[in-house]
Nanobody, 124 residues
């Protein structure tokens, strides 16, 4: 089984930055699409960003375009989410997910593996 572990969450002031990381138990994400989702209390889990490992093709939710950057580190077998210009509405639990596919999917259903989540709180 693939194990995903997120890290880097915490408390940050509005306008600040935070970097999340997701480490996987497998050695390579070559045949995977990796995604970041977030879920605020009482709200539906929503797509934030995704990356196709081979080629580094990315996809972003409109709400985070220009502010968040998803990337992968092949040497460390991790996927990262750099979050800049954070807003209070970015506050949520952030989840790393993996989907064995060549297509970035923006819904949570098809993703095969999930991390436990890491909390991000942005103060105003």
């Amino acid at each position: 089984q693939v194990q995903l572990v997120e890290s880097g969450g915490g408390l940050v002031q509005a306008g600040g930055s935070l970097r999340l990381s997701c480490a996987a138990s497998l050695r390579t994400f070559s045949n995977y699409v990796m995604g970041w989702f977030r879920q605020a209390p009482g709200k539906e889990r929503e797509f934030v960003a995704g990356i196709k490992w081979i080629g580094g093709i990315t996809s972003y939710a409109d709400s985070v375009k220009g502010r968040f950057t998803i990337s992968r580190d092949d040497a460390k077998n991790t996927v990262n989410l750099e979050m800049n210009s954070l807003k209070p509405e970015d506050t949520a639990d952030y989840y790393c997910a993996a989907h064995k596919s060549t297509v970035i999917v923006q819904t949570p259903g098809p993703y095969d593996y999930w991390g436990q989540g890491t909390q991000v709180t942005v103060s105003s």
